[in-house]
Nanobody, 123 residues
Framework: VQLQASGGGLVQAGGSLRLSCAAS????????MGWFRQAPGKERVFVAA????????TYADSVKGRFSISRDNARNTVALQMNSLKPEDTGVYYC?????????????????WGQGTQVTVSS
C-alpha cells in the first residue's frame, strides 16, 4: 500500500489544519492507522491512531482535546483534524499503518510510511 499525506501548510498559533492520508494499491479498511510527526532535529513521535473499524482512537497527551483522527474506509482515507495549533506542533506529519497495542506508539513498529506533509505553526 502506498500512502500520501497532504493538507499541511503555514498557520498562525490558534489556527486549524486538516491533514489527509490517501492510500493507493490496497484498501485501508483492514488496517489500523496512525499519524506521527517529526520536528526539526528531533525524532519522529506518535500523534494519534485509529483502529481499522474506526471505533477506537488514541492520542498523544500533547494533542488530546485539540486533534481528532478519523477515517473514511469507503474513500480509503484517514484524516487528522488539528485545532488550537501551537508552535510546538510544527513538523512533518506522516501517516502509517500501525499494529494496535503497546508498540503502536513507537515509529519503529509502524509500516508503509508515506511521504509526509509539512505543518508550520507561527507564534
Amino acid at each position: 500500500v502506498q500512502l500520501q499525506a497532504s493538507g499541511g501548510g503555514l498557520v498562525q498559533a490558534g489556527g486549524s489544519l486538516r491533514l489527509s492520508c490517501a492510500a493507493s494499491g490496497r484498501t485501508l479498511s483492514t488496517y489500523n492507522m496512525g499519524w506521527f510527526r517529526q520536528a526539526p532535529g528531533k525524532e519522529r513521535v506518535f500523534v494519534a491512531a485509529i483502529s481499522w473499524t474506526g471505533s477506537t482512537t488514541t492520542y498523544a497527551d500533547s494533542v488530546k482535546g485539540r486533534f481528532s483522527i478519523s477515517r473514511d474506509n469507503a474513500r480509503n482515507t484517514v484524516a487528522l483534524q488539528m485545532n488550537s495549533l501551537k508552535p510546538e506542533d510544527t513538523g512533518v506529519y506522516y501517516c502509517a499503518v500501525v499494529l494496535w497495542g503497546a508498540t503502536m506508539f513507537s515509529p519503529t513498529s509502524a509500516s508503509y510510511w508515506g511521504q509526509g506533509t509539512q505543518v508550520t505553526v507561527s507564534s
